[in-house]
């Protein structure tokens, strides 16, 4: 979508100062302000900004007087964050997929889809799928065998999602993201060789959680890797078989999980942490960026850090003295020198 | 695949009591069955969830007599974890694709394909690969010129092969992962920019190999980044260019092995793993969870732990002072203390 | 492209030993040559090799000649480094896509592309995009509503690009790498349940910029997350919101950068580095692998390393003393005990 300035001051219900031809396709930053974007000045801290801003369009106050020449047109409104978070949500809509399934798409007759979901071209969807309302399907995404997905889910282009996996309503899966692919199982065999383990189970994602762009969810080995509500997932995170994550928790970026662990609710997962298999995180638990969890005792809402994890005071007090380890070093051999020179003198 | 109770009673020569018009679509585990799965009963220490599983069909023993009531139809059979193996891998087979090549697939006539391949709609195949006897190639996957894809291969949706990349038989490639990618190699010039080094090596992928979801392995730069006969590496794992693995090595998700390094035969290898370039790691080496591995030092079976990693046992010694080293500085102090306080004591 | 042996001969002007009719698909190394290969020998130490080569042609000296039977075609030449830099160029270009859009791609008419763009089968191209002279954009590409791609520019197949993202002249964008998703921002409303931030901001990619396969760059959540001019990112990295990446950086594969750090110009990023949030990294800063950034104090070319990183030898020095800490606790306690006996005989 693109308007110009003179249609955008209309929708805003402002008083337009400049010219109203100038195009507008998004907002920006007014400090970072683009050609053929529309920024704002809210706090007069950042007064100077407006008069050096590359924003097409400045969003102003109706009391606003400029104290020099300004090159972008004004739009004077009443609320200026009120206009700007109208501004934002309209624009976010820009590209956004009508309802209709693409003709070149492939979907199974044995699909059932609501009358108003969005498929993309050059998706494939498997035989026995079911897509509830208002849902978007972008293209080039492959949808397994008997996958459920609820209403209003957006699913960004390239993701693939193995068979039988249930998806919530208002669920959000970033591009490329892969859902439901085996676990890492394998029994080794008398000469080491590793023979795979099949992978039945499923990966049930609950309502309202969000996943990241190239993240991996593996399905459970018999039963189910399970997503809990509201649980946002970043980009390049690693949920591995058999995993349940409880409501309302944060995994950012490049975190891991193995196998048959099980997170807790708001519990918050720093960027590249690792936690191990097989253990249990309380709820509420905050663990630091790359730090790496090999046990469950935490309690409730504890804050840990380190390598492997520990209290997170604790880990920094640990790693202050380590820094300064070379010194104590120095110290215990100044200690062991006087006592030694003073037995000697005792002989 | 779906059947009812009655149609999996009949292929596991059982006897049906309840419904047998329940459907099933997979198995699951007794105590997280869900509506539309088979679960089974065959330790009585688990008997309990027999009566509170929501699976809708229940294995048990020929001898089995419930002592309350069951929602779920039973199925009596002679043996149990035999008929629930049966089970498992008849829905394992579940959506997997006929032979044959979709019209919606790119092949180049210079292509050599086995009559009962099947090829995926929207993939796209590259003048002179070949591809061996039962291979299956999911939709949307790339293949780059000159590929060699052996029989009994499955690439699931989003794979992507640069060119002349040779895969053995029974491989096994999950969702979105990319092989033959140009290795992370630049020349610097005078001014300190980069200045790309052509890369035109190829990738080995030996037979029985298994490669997660989004996992990268780039391709070598004059010769071969080759993975050894059985080696399984789980999601998001990276193998830069050059790199020689051996056979039946195991690779967690998130580990990164750096360029040029040679990996033994039988090394576990664990998440988050990093290995620096130009290493030689020897044979059944057991790398923990996050370790940084610098040198090649380690001997064959060496267990190691840490960053950079030592002896998985003195790294744990090392670390359980660690923790306690605000202790122990504390103790140096006093130590300082009472020998300064008897020298002024002896003056 | 593959060429005999004869062809090869003649366009290196050169002289043909042994067989013209061998056909040669791409060069290799003497020491792994493999059948339908061109390799090289140019230092004498290396003469042994040529016996035994795969390899099914071999560049050597005009004065070159064999001790022992040589299987390989020889191609005698004058310049042997020279010959075989116009191999590795030549083959290089290998299965490259020829200019055109394919008829299987699906682009608007509101889009402009130079004549001599090359835009695969089953790619997407979404309204109001321009694709600049000689780019080439491989098949299975989604490209989102008003992104920008200068000339030259090489996007592999599977990339996915979110709507309004700009790309400079001559960069390279392996395989299902995502870029412009949304970054990892929500308010937590009063019962702890994540509201989404809208992302409204973009990527701009400066110039010469190579990203690596299945690497994620979110895109601003107001303003612009920047890549730099000639900036090189590896594999499976991810660049969350906001941040700002100078010129002539390189990031090692499976690194991370959070939200709104700014990366000066020359740095040097290890293999799975993780760089905090908010936080400024001087020029020419270079960061060992693994190393957690947690502050911005280090000076312009400081070398760092640890978990958190600090300066890189007095990491090494402060680990050096952790691996010996049980030897020092025990020389601690023996002072310990010397002071202990040293008061009581006073007593």
């Known amino acids: 979508m693109i308007l110009n300035a003179a249609q955008l001051c209309k929708l805003l219900h402002g008083e337009l100062v400049g010219d109203g031809e100038k195009k507008i396709h998004g907002p920006s930053q007014i400090d970072k302000g683009r050609p053929g974007t529309v920024t704002f000045l809210a706090n007069p801290k950042y007064e100077d ?43 976010s809509k820009n590209g956004t997929p009508q309802p209709g399934i693409s003709d070149l798409a492939v979907t199974d007759p044995s699909c059932q889809f609501a009358p108003d979901v969005s498929i993309g071209a050059y998706s494939f969807i498997e035989s026995e799928c079911s897509i509830g309302s208002k849902s978007i399907i972008y293209p080039q995404v492959y949808i397994g065998h008997g996958t459920v997905i609820g209403t209003e889910v957006i699913i960004y282009p390239g993701v693939k999602i193995y068979p039988n996996t ?137 804050r840990i850090f380190g390598y492997p994890a520990i209290n997170y005071n604790d880990y920094l007090k640990s790693y202050a003295v380590f820094k300064q380890l070379p010194d104590y070093i120095k110290r215990i051999e100044a200690l062991e020198r006087q006592i030694a020179s003073a037995k000697k003198e005792k002989e």
């Open 49 to 91: 900004h407006a008069y050096t801003t590359n924003a097409s369009v400045l969003l102003v106050g109706r009391e606003f007087v400029p104290k020099m020449p300004i090159q972008a047109t004004l739009i004077k409104v009443d609320d200026v964050y009120g206009a700007m978070m109208f501004i934002v949500e309209k624009f």
């Open 166 to 302: 249930q998806i919530g309503d208002r669920c959000i899966i970033h591009a490329n993201a892969v859902i439901g692919s085996d676990g890492f199982g394998y029994r080794p065999n008398e000469e080491g060789h590793y023979v795979k383990v099949n992978h039945v189970g499923i990966v049930i994602i609950e309502e309202d959680v969000e996943i990241g762009a190239n993240t991996v969810i593996d399905r459970g080995t018999l039963s189910v890797t399970r997503i809990g509500k509201g649980t946002k997932i970043d980009n390049l995170v690693q949920i591995a078989h058999n995993v349940n994550i409880g409501d309302h928790t944060a995994i950012a970026a490049q975190a891991g999980i193995a196998g048959s662990s099980e997170i807790g609710k708001h519990v918050r997962i720093g960027g590249q942490v690792g936690i191990a298999g097989h253990i249990k995180i309380a709820d509420r638990v905050e663990i630091q960026a790359q730090s790496g969890v090999h046990t469950g005792k935490f309690g409730e809402g504890a």
